[in-house]
């Protein structure tokens, strides 16, 4: 099926570093979620975009809808301990917003 | 802060068993899913409903499964004959539009 390419796969950094993670479809979104996941737990929505464009912050995070309509990144600034975990894009193809299509996610590891 | 609750969080069966998995949207939400996640991979779409009928599945949601609104508050998925491929973190959503889901905590479904 459909799905996003999400990169990178994995991140390990310092403790206080920024992080950037990025997805791209091949076709247009009307919608992109970020989502973060601890183990064993639900995705936990962070950040929803709804607008071409559009740059939205949540604390510590911020992400943007690529004007192309194709893209979207995610950073976190002042990276800590309890950013671990993995980060997914998810978003609804402009032809189908019955679904998500989700990225395979980035597994944050954060050295304190 | 309203949000998803599914039971039970662990369900162990054996295989050819039908399960039900159980799932209380969040009260004002319209559209409802369920979703699945094998084991360190990524986020699989199973099954959209809207309207009390499915607006959209997935070719993972083969005859084995069914959806069921049996009252205004609980979603169901039922897997009517469980194989060892259906082990996995089954994940309900809700949302009030074709927007922002929100996600339970899952249910781990062991079929042994």
């Known amino acids: 099926g459909q799905q996003l390419n999400q990169s990178p796969q994995s991140m390990f950094i310092q403790e206080g570093e920024d992080v950037s993670m990025n997805c791209t479809s091949s076709?247009?979104?009307?919608?992109w979620l970020w989502y973060k996941q601890d183990p064993g737990e639900g995705p936990v929505l962070l950040i929803a975009?709804?607008?071409a464009g559009e740059l939205t912050s949540n604390g510590r995070l911020t992400a943007q809808f690529g004007i192309t309509r194709k893209d979207s990144f995610l950073n976190i600034s002042a990276s800590i301990p309890s950013d671990v975990g993995i980060y997914f894009c998810?978003?609804?193809?402009?032809?189908?917003?019955?679904?998500?299509?989700w990225g395979l996610g980035t597994s944050l590891a954060v050295n304190p | 802060e309203p949000e998803v609750t599914q039971t039970p969080s662990h369900q162990v069966t054996q295989m050819g068993q039908e399960v039900i998995l159980r799932c209380v949207p969040i009260s004002n939400h319209l559209y409802f899913y369920w979703y699945r996640q094998i084991l360190g991979q990524k986020v699989e779409f199973l099954v959209s409903f809207y309207n009390n009928e499915i607006s959209e599945k997935s070719e993972i949601f083969d005859d084995q499964f069914s959806v069921e609104r049996p009252d205004g508050s609980n979603f169901t998925l039922k897997i009517r004959s469980t194989k060892l491929e259906d082990s996995a973190m089954y994940f309900c959503?809700?949302?009030?539009?074709?927007?922002?889901?929100?996600f339970g905590q899952g249910t781990r479904l062991t079929v042994v």
């Open positions: 975009l709804y607008k």
């Open positions: 076709s247009i979104f009307n919608t």
């Open positions: 998810a978003g609804h193809d402009a032809g189908n917003n019955r679904k998500l299509i």
């Open positions: 959503a809700s949302s009030e539009d074709h927007g922002e889901a929100f």
